[in-house]
C-alpha cells in the first residue's frame, strides 16, 4: 500500500509499504477514504518531539471502511462500517479510561517503558506519533490497523460526508476540550492565541458554549478572517498590541480565560524578543519549545483566570513568569485530548446542523501530494489551513 | 530501500507495515538539502577556524590574527547550527555576510608584502565558490518557502455553524451535560 513516510527531519515520502495486519483480537483494520494533515504532524516534520524513527507512518488524523475485525472486536465492529479514528488509542477497562480519561489510558502504550523513563509514568498510544506514545503506524495511508479497535472508534452515520466527520479524530474535540475546560460563564472573555485548525475549533466551540466575547490572535490575513467569520473578535499581533487591545477589550480587566492554540512553535519575530532568544536557544538545544504564548497569556489573564493548553508542547521551556501566575491565582489545564469523551456530543451537535466542522478544510488532495502539501501547510502558502488527503 | 528505516523496523511489531520502496519526490527540496550541506559546511570550518587558528594565520601571511580566525570560526559554528535548523534562510543569509566579511579580511591579506599571497588567492577564490553556493541556496530557499504577497483568499463565508453565528452562540451550552468525572476539571 502507499503511505506518508517520516524519513528524517523535514523528509516525508510517499512510499510503498507492506499492508498492515491484524495482530490482536481486538484489532481492526480500516481502508482509510480520508485522512488530514494536522499541525502537530508538523512538529514531528520538523523532529521537535523526540524519538521518531525513519519508516515511521504519520498520520493521526483518519476515517474509512471497516475491512477486516478481529475476533474480540466482532461484537462492536464489522465489515463495512464506517468508523472516525480518535488519535489517542484507548482500552477502555483501566482505571483512567473509566474516568474517561483515555488519552492517558494506562494500556495502550505498547513502548511503555519508554515513556515511563521520559515522562515519569505512561500516557496512551496514539497513531502516527512518537515511540514514546508507541510508535504505532499513523493513518495516512491507504490501510490502518486500529489497536483496541472495539473501543477505538466513533461510529459515523453514512448521512454524513467525510469532511463533515473527519475531524471527530482530532481538531474538533481538541478544541471543544480546550472550551470546555475553560468552564466558560456567559460573561467570559476568551482569548485564543493561534487561528490554525485546532484554534478556529476552539472559537467556535467557545461560540457554542455560550462565551460572551471571543478573542482570536494571529498574524496570518486569511487565518484571521476565518476567525471573524466564526464570531471572533480579531488581533493581528503584527499591527496591533496584544496586551493593549486586550485590555480594551475586557475594560482593563483582562479576559477571563486563555487558550493556547499555538504550543511549542510560536511565531517568531524582532518585535516579541523573548521569540529571538528562544529561537537561538531552540538552535543550541538549550530549550526545546519556544513558550512565548504562556508567557502571555500569563500576562494578560484576569486574576483567578484559566489558562488552556491544547497546543503541544514536547520537553523544557525557560523564563515562564511562574511567581505572576501563582501569584494571579491562575489555573493551567492541559493535555492531549481525551477524544471519545467528547464525540457522543460533538457528533450529534454536526447532526443537528449546529456546528459543520468542514468550513476548515482548503485542499484536498491525493496521498501522492502529500509531501508537497507539507511544505505548503508548514509555510501556510496557498492560503493553506487544512489539508485533507484522499489515498 | 533507506537502511535507517530498515534498522528501525527491529522496534516494530510483525503486524506493522515496513517500508518497502522509498517514494521519490521528498517534502524536502534540493534547497533545504544544499542548506543543510552548507549548514555542515559551516561547523566543520568553524570548528578547524577554531583550533586550527595559528596554523591558519601562518598559512595565509596573517600572524596576529589568530584571534580574528577564531572569532569568524565562531560566527560560522552559529551559522551553521541556524542553517541545519527547520528554518534555514537565516542561517544562509548570516553565511553571506559572513562571505562578505571573510572576503573583506582576505583582500587585505593580499597586500604585496605577504610572502603568502598565492595562498591568500586561493582562499580568496574558495570563499568567492562558496558565496556563490550560499546565493544559490538563499534564492532557492526564499521561492521554495516564501509566502506569495496577498491578495489573500477571503474566508469570511466559512463561519462553520450552518445557522449562523447568533443561532450558534450558547446553542450547546444549556445542553450540555457535565461528565460523570470532572477529575483535574
Same mark, same amino acid.
Given at each position: 500500500?502507499?503511505?506518508?513516510?517520516?524519513? !528524517?527531519?523535514? %523528509?516525508?515520502?510517499?512510499?510503498?509499504?507492506?499492508?498492515?495486519?491484524?495482530?490482536?483480537?481486538?484489532?481492526?483494520?480500516?481502508?482509510?477514504?480520508?485522512?488530514?494533515?494536522?499541525?502537530? %504532524?508538523?512538529?514531528?516534520?520538523?523532529? +521537535?518531539?523526540?524519538?521518531?524513527?525513519?519508516?515511521?507512518?504519520?498520520?493521526?488524523?483518519?476515517?474509512?471502511?471497516?475491512?477486516?475485525? @478481529?475476533?474480540?472486536?466482532? !461484537?462492536?465492529?464489522?465489515?463495512?462500517?464506517?468508523?472516525?479514528?480518535? $488519535?489517542?488509542?484507548?482500552?477502555?477497562?483501566?482505571?483512567?479510561?473509566?474516568?474517561?480519561?483515555?488519552?492517558?489510558?494506562?494500556?495502550?502504550?505498547?513502548?511503555?517503558?519508554?515513556?515511563?523513563?521520559?515522562?515519569?509514568?505512561?500516557?496512551?498510544?496514539? $497513531?502516527?506519533?512518537?515511540?514514546?506514545?508507541?510508535?504505532?503506524?499513523?493513518?495516512?495511508?491507504?490501510?490502518?490497523?486500529?489497536?483496541?479497535?472495539?473501543?477505538?472508534?466513533?461510529?459515523?452515520?453514512?448521512?454524513?460526508?467525510?469532511?463533515?466527520?473527519? $475531524?471527530?479524530? %482530532?481538531?474538533?474535540?481538541?478544541?471543544?476540550?480546550?472550551?470546555?475546560?475553560?468552564?466558560?460563564?456567559?460573561?467570559?472573555?476568551?482569548?485564543?492565541?493561534?487561528?490554525?485548525?485546532? !484554534?478556529?475549533?476552539?472559537?467556535?466551540?467557545?461560540?457554542?458554549?455560550?462565551?460572551?466575547?471571543?478573542?482570536?490572535?494571529?498574524?496570518?490575513?486569511?487565518?484571521?478572517?476565518?476567525?471573524?467569520?466564526?464570531?471572533?473578535?480579531?488581533?493581528?499581533?503584527?499591527?496591533?498590541?496584544?496586551?493593549?487591545?486586550?485590555?480594551?477589550?475586557?475594560?482593563?480587566?483582562?479576559?477571563?480565560?486563555?487558550?493556547?492554540?499555538?504550543?511549542?512553535?510560536?511565531?517568531? &519575530?524582532?518585535?516579541?524578543?523573548?521569540?529571538?532568544?528562544?529561537?537561538?536557544?531552540?538552535?543550541?538545544?538549550?530549550?526545546?519549545?519556544?513558550?512565548?504564548?504562556?508567557?502571555?497569556?500569563?500576562?494578560?489573564?484576569?486574576?483567578?483566570?484559566?489558562? &488552556?493548553?491544547? !497546543?503541544?508542547?514536547?520537553?523544557?521551556?525557560?523564563?515562564?513568569?511562574? @511567581?505572576?501566575?501563582?501569584?494571579?491565582?491562575?489555573?493551567?489545564?492541559?493535555?492531549?485530548?481525551?477524544?471519545?469523551?467528547?464525540?457522543?456530543?460533538?457528533?450529534?451537535?454536526?447532526?443537528?446542523?449546529?456546528?459543520?466542522?468542514?468550513?476548515?478544510?482548503?485542499?484536498?488532495?491525493?496521498?501522492?501530494?502529500?509531501?508537497?502539501?507539507?511544505?505548503? +501547510?508548514?509555510?501556510?502558502?496557498?492560503?493553506?489551513?487544512?489539508?485533507?488527503?484522499?489515498? | *530501500?533507506? *537502511?535507517?528505516?530498515?534498522?528501525?523496523?527491529?522496534?516494530?511489531?510483525?503486524?506493522?507495515?515496513?517500508?518497502?520502496?522509498?517514494?521519490?519526490?521528498?517534502?524536502?527540496?534540493?534547497?533545504?538539502?544544499?542548506?543543510?550541506?552548507?549548514?555542515?559546511?559551516?561547523?566543520?570550518?568553524?570548528?578547524?577556524?577554531?583550533?586550527?587558528?595559528?596554523?591558519?594565520?601562518?598559512?595565509?601571511? *596573517?600572524?596576529?590574527?589568530?584571534?580574528?580566525?577564531?572569532?569568524?570560526?565562531?560566527?560560522?559554528?552559529?551559522?551553521?547550527? *541556524?542553517?541545519?535548523?527547520? =528554518?534555514? =534562510?537565516?542561517?544562509?543569509?548570516?553565511?553571506?555576510?559572513?562571505?562578505?566579511?571573510?572576503?573583506?579580511?582576505?583582500?587585505?591579506?593580499?597586500?604585496?608584502?605577504?610572502?603568502?599571497?598565492?595562498?591568500?588567492?586561493?582562499?580568496?577564490?574558495?570563499?568567492?565558490?562558496?558565496?556563490?553556493?550560499?546565493?544559490?541556496?538563499?534564492?532557492?530557499?526564499?521561492?521554495?518557502?516564501?509566502?506569495?504577497?496577498?491578495?489573500?483568499?477571503?474566508?469570511?463565508?466559512?463561519?462553520?455553524?450552518?445557522?449562523?453565528? =447568533?443561532?450558534?452562540?450558547?446553542?450547546?451550552?444549556?445542553?450540555?451535560?457535565?461528565?460523570?468525572?470532572?477529575?483535574?476539571?
Amino acid at each position: 500500500m502507499k503511505a506518508l513516510v517520516w524519513h !528524517g527531519k523535514q %523528509d516525508i515520502r510517499c512510499d510503498t509499504v507492506s499492508d498492515p495486519e491484524i495482530e490482536d483480537s481486538r484489532d481492526a483494520i480500516i481502508r482509510v477514504t480520508s485522512c488530514a494533515i494536522c499541525g502537530s %504532524d508538523l512538529h514531528l516534520f520538523h523532529n +521537535f518531539i523526540p524519538a521518531m524513527l525513519p519508516g515511521d507512518i504519520m498520520g493521526h488524523e483518519s476515517m474509512g471502511e471497516v475491512v477486516e475485525v @478481529g475476533s474480540a472486536a466482532k !461484537g462492536k465492529l464489522k465489515v463495512g462500517d464506517r468508523i472516525v479514528v480518535p $488519535f489517542t488509542i484507548f482500552c477502555g477497562e483501566c482505571e483512567q479510561c473509566k474516568r474517561q480519561n483515555f488519552s492517558v489510558c494506562e494500556r495502550s502504550n505498547r513502548k511503555k517503558e519508554l515513556a515511563e523513563k521520559v515522562f515519569g509514568h505512561a500516557t496512551a498510544g496514539l $497513531f502516527g506519533y512518537t515511540h514514546l506514545t508507541g510508535g504505532y503506524p499513523g493513518g495516512q495511508a491507504e490501510y490502518l490497523r486500529v489497536p483496541f479497535a472495539d473501543t477505538t472508534h466513533i461510529k459515523v452515520p453514512d448521512s454524513l460526508t467525510d469532511e463533515q466527520v473527519l $475531524f471527530l479524530s %482530532d481538531i474538533l474535540p481538541t478544541g471543544w476540550q480546550a472550551a470546555a475546560q475553560c468552564d466558560i460563564e456567559p460573561t467570559d472573555t476568551v482569548a485564543i492565541w493561534g487561528c490554525g485548525p485546532v !484554534g478556529q475549533m476552539a472559537i467556535r466551540s467557545a461560540i457554542l458554549l455560550g462565551a460572551k466575547q471571543v478573542v482570536a490572535i494571529d498574524c496570518i490575513p486569511e487565518r484571521l478572517a476565518m476567525a471573524e467569520a466564526g464570531g471572533a473578535i480579531t488581533i493581528n499581533f503584527k499591527e496591533d498590541s496584544v496586551i493593549g487591545r486586550l485590555d480594551d477589550i475586557t475594560s482593563g480587566k483582562g479576559p477571563e480565560k486563555c487558550i493556547d492554540a499555538v504550543g511549542m512553535e510560536s511565531h517568531v &519575530s524582532i518585535s516579541q524578543p523573548d521569540t529571538l532568544l528562544d529561537r537561538a536557544k531552540q538552535m543550541m538545544m538549550l530549550e526545546n519549545d519556544r513558550p512565548h504564548v504562556l508567557r502571555e497569556m500569563i500576562y494578560v489573564c484576569r486574576p483567578a483566570g484559566i489558562l &488552556s493548553i491544547p !497546543g503541544v508542547y514536547s520537553g523544557l521551556i525557560d523564563k515562564v513568569p511562574m @511567581g505572576m501566575a501563582m501569584n494571579k491565582g491562575l489555573s493551567f489545564r492541559m493535555g492531549q485530548t481525551h477524544v471519545n469523551r467528547w464525540t457522543d456530543e460533538l457528533l450529534r451537535l454536526i447532526e443537528e446542523g449546529k456546528i459543520d466542522p468542514s468550513f476548515v478544510i482548503t485542499h484536498t488532495v491525493g496521498l501522492e501530494e502529500g509531501p508537497e502539501m507539507y511544505k505548503v +501547510f508548514r509555510d501556510k502558502q496557498d492560503n493553506c489551513v487544512k489539508v485533507v488527503l484522499k489515498p | *530501500m533507506n *537502511m535507517l528505516a530498515r534498522a528501525a523496523d527491529i522496534t516494530r511489531s510483525p503486524g506493522d507495515p515496513k517500508v518497502l520502496s522509498k517514494g521519490a519526490s521528498s517534502s524536502l527540496g534540493a534547497s533545504d538539502r544544499l542548506a543543510r550541506n552548507l549548514g555542515w559546511f559551516s561547523i566543520g570550518l568553524g570548528v578547524v577556524e577554531l583550533v586550527g587558528a595559528r596554523r591558519l594565520a601562518s598559512l595565509l601571511g *596573517m600572524r596576529g590574527a589568530e584571534g580574528l580566525i577564531r572569532a569568524y570560526g565562531a560566527r560560522e559554528i552559529a551559522a551553521g547550527m *541556524m542553517s541545519l535548523s527547520a =528554518n534555514p =534562510n537565516p542561517g544562509i543569509k548570516s553565511r553571506i555576510v559572513g562571505d562578505a566579511i571573510d572576503i573583506v579580511t582576505l583582500l587585505a591579506a593580499l597586500r604585496h608584502g605577504n610572502p603568502r599571497r598565492g595562498n591568500v588567492e586561493v582562499a580568496l577564490l574558495a570563499v568567492a565558490g562558496i558565496t556563490v553556493l550560499d546565493l544559490i541556496c538563499q534564492k532557492g530557499l526564499t521561492s521554495r518557502h516564501a509566502r506569495a504577497p496577498g491578495p489573500y483568499r477571503d474566508y469570511r463565508d466559512r463561519s462553520g455553524f450552518p445557522q449562523g453565528v =447568533n443561532a450558534a452562540r450558547g446553542a450547546a451550552r444549556k445542553e450540555r451535560q457535565a461528565p460523570e468525572d470532572k477529575a483535574g476539571f
